[in-house]
């Protein structure tokens, strides 16, 4: 029988200490360890099976990647996923409560029939899943809904049933009888999560587990929670809104880093074909402190709005508050404005938003962050058919920048007539980006840009 040992898991990167501490000795987080049963192998027990694995070259035949996957049926979601499902796959959803984490597998379960579905849940008993189900009118013979927690349940429904897609809502319910603490704690996460996905790549069906965030907007469990999967997949935006976003935080199958865009209704979770429209629709032309930035999310080019509010403060360390953008990030761009270009921030509160819930983590938002803040110090309004993009080095210089033409069209497409980006992109432009109805300005540095925006 394996023997029991005590060990503190870092939840915020996945660290094993041997003892208690109240700052994890790898990630410098605090408060983050908690205490975790290992199970520790008996000495001299290696493995009970004595046939070892076959192994194969990279000429082995078989199917490309592209012809295995599998079509959700969702636009959004497949090319969040890279082009559909994989088969043996697993993959991790996280979002807040209430974001559409359920209703989205049920969408997806109607659009996979005549697959052979398993949904799991451990949260509502099957009478409300079929209410749910009723409202957004999906009929499916092929979904098979059990209400259960146990694994070793779970996993015996899934031998008998053979499904092709099974769905766990969510992992944090779940408990393996093998181990003796209760559901939801690191040991319990980790061990049913990596039983799930073993049995997941030996059947061949694909996994698809909903996992709940903590209030700082991270996975709950284990960090090697996400290292398990193949997939990582998080919700974005705010559970009041109508609108929900889908990014790809990993996936082994795809690009990351990609954005899928809905907007919820009574009907469910609905694709919007066009983002940019839905992230500067409704915004203010004229008002100072407002930019737009032509964003890369993904493959594809998202024009979305930065809004920056400066004000006078009223306290002895001025505000600096940010939604969508990092922190970080902005108190860096704050530095330059004022050493650089003399534009003063020391005594004002600053506050700093993306417009439609949209996380920007690129360096090439910088430029739109500086000049939102510029336009509100000033109270000067930039042009409304005027698009930036471009990152800002310490010395005040703008550095080239990733598919700066895939921009320049989606400006061009959505009736901008102006575009700033670093001269480093402006100097091979091919001849059909030319001919766009669209000026095309290059600046070495953050003070000509803002001398081009008249700022």
């Given at each position: 029988?394996?023997?029991?040992?005590?060990?503190?898991?870092?939840?915020?990167?996945?660290?094993?200490?041997?003892?208690?501490?109240?700052?994890?000795?790898?990630?410098?987080?605090?408060?983050?360890?908690?205490?975790?049963?290992?199970?520790?192998?008996?000495?001299?027990?290696?493995?009970?099976?004595?046939?070892?694995?076959?192994?194969?070259?990279?000429?082995?035949?078989?199917?490309?990647v592209s012809q295995q996957r599998i079509s959700t049926g969702i636009g959004e979601l497949d090319r969040v996923?890279?082009?559909?499902?994989?088969?043996?796959?697993?993959?991790?959803?996280?979002?807040?409560?209430?974001?559409?984490?359920?209703?989205?597998?049920?969408?997806?379960?109607?659009?996979?029939?005549?697959?052979?579905?398993?949904?799991?849940?451990?949260?509502?008993?099957?009478?409300?899943?079929?209410?749910?189900?009723?409202?957004?009118?999906?009929?499916?013979?092929?979904?098979?809904?059990?209400?259960?927690?146990?694994l070793e349940k779970i996993i015996g429904v899934i031998e008998r049933d053979q499904p092709d897609i099974v769905?766990?809502?969510?992992?944090?319910?779940?408990?393996?009888?093998?181990?003796?603490?209760?559901?939801?704690?690191?040991?319990?996460?980790?061990?049913?999560?990596?039983?799930?996905?073993?049995?997941?790549?030996?059947?061949?069906?694909?996994?698809?587990?909903?996992?709940?965030?903590?209030?700082?907007?991270?996975?709950?469990?284990?960090?090697?929670?996400?290292?398990?999967?193949?997939?990582?997949?998080?919700?974005?935006?705010?559970?009041?809104?109508?609108?929900?976003?889908?990014?790809?935080?990993?996936?082994?199958?795809?690009?990351?880093?990609?954005?899928?865009?809905?907007?919820?209704?009574?009907?469910?979770?609905?694709?919007?074909?066009?983002?940019?429209?839905?992230?500067?629709?409704?915004?203010?032309?004229?008002?100072?402190?407002?930019?737009?930035?032509?964003?890369?999310?993904?493959?594809?080019?998202?024009?979305?709005?930065?809004?920056?509010?400066?004000?006078?403060?009223?306290?002895?360390?001025?505000?600096?508050?940010?939604?969508?953008?990092?922190?970080?990030?902005?108190?860096?761009?704050?530095?330059?404005?004022?050493?650089?270009?003399?534009?003063?921030?020391?005594?004002?509160?600053?506050?700093?938003?993306?417009?439609?819930?949209?996380?920007?983590?690129?360096?090439?938002?910088?430029?739109?962050?500086?000049?939102?803040?510029?336009?509100?110090?000033?109270?000067?309004?930039?042009s409304p058919g005027m698009v930036c993009a471009g990152e800002i080095g310490l010395s005040g210089e703008l550095?080239?920048?990733?598919?700066?033409?895939?921009?320049?069209?989606?400006?061009?497409?959505?009736?901008?007539?102006?575009?700033?980006?670093?001269?480093?992109?402006?100097?091979?432009?091919?001849?059909?980006?030319?001919?766009?109805?669209?000026?095309?300005?290059?600046?070495?540095?953050?003070?000509?840009?803002?001398?081009?925006?008249?700022?």
């Amino acid at each position: 029988m394996a023997k029991s040992a005590i060990r503190y898991i870092c939840t915020s990167c996945g660290a094993v200490s041997l003892k208690y501490s109240g700052k994890c000795f790898a990630c410098q987080s605090w408060g983050t360890l908690e205490e975790s049963a290992i199970e520790e192998p008996l000495a001299g027990k290696t493995s009970t099976d004595n046939v070892l694995p076959a192994s194969e070259t990279l000429q082995h035949p078989g199917n490309s990647v592209s012809q295995q996957r599998i079509s959700t049926g969702i636009g959004e979601l497949d090319r969040v996923l890279g082009g559909g499902l994989m088969p043996a796959s697993a993959i991790l959803i996280g979002g807040e409560p209430g974001i559409g984490k359920s209703t989205l597998m049920l969408q997806l379960a109607r659009h996979t029939s005549p697959l052979n579905i398993l949904y799991v849940s451990g949260e509502e008993s099957p009478s409300q899943i079929r209410d749910r189900a009723k409202r957004l009118s999906i009929i499916s013979n092929d979904l098979k809904l059990v209400p259960e927690v146990n694994l070793e349940k779970i996993i015996g429904v899934i031998e008998r049933d053979q499904p092709d897609i099974v769905i766990i809502d969510s992992i944090q319910t779940l408990y393996s009888g093998e181990y003796k603490s209760s559901a939801g704690t690191i040991t319990q996460i980790r061990e049913c999560t990596s039983e799930l996905i073993r049995s997941a790549k030996s059947r061949n069906f694909i996994l698809l587990v909903i996992g709940h965030i903590t209030k700082t907007g991270s996975l709950a469990g284990p960090k090697t929670l996400e290292h398990m999967v193949d997939t990582v997949l998080q919700f974005e935006g705010e559970g009041y809104q109508w609108y929900r976003m889908i990014r790809s935080v990993k996936n082994r199958f795809g690009p990351t880093n990609e954005i899928g865009v809905f907007r919820m209704d009574e009907k469910g979770l609905e694709e919007v074909k066009n983002p940019s429209e839905f992230f500067i629709s409704g915004r203010s032309t004229g008002v100072p402190g407002n930019s737009v930035l032509a964003a890369i999310e993904g493959s594809r080019a998202v024009l979305v709005e930065v809004q920056a509010l400066v004000s006078k403060t009223n306290y002895p360390m001025p505000q600096r508050i940010s939604s969508g953008v990092d922190l970080k990030r902005i108190t860096i761009i704050l530095a330059v404005l004022e050493k650089r270009l003399g534009i003063p921030t020391w005594g004002q509160d600053v506050f700093i938003k993306v417009a439609g819930g949209l996380k920007l983590v690129e360096p090439a938002s910088d430029l739109a962050v500086a000049a939102a803040v510029a336009s509100g110090v000033s109270n000067t309004a930039l042009s409304p058919g005027m698009v930036c993009a471009g990152e800002i080095g310490l010395s005040g210089e703008l550095r080239a920048i990733s598919d700066g033409e895939r921009r320049i069209r989606e400006a061009a497409h959505l009736g901008f007539d102006t575009i700033i980006l670093p001269e480093a992109n402006t100097r091979e432009l091919k001849t059909s980006i030319r001919k766009l109805p669209v000026t095309v300005t290059g600046c070495n540095s953050l003070q000509e840009a803002l001398n081009h925006m008249h700022l």
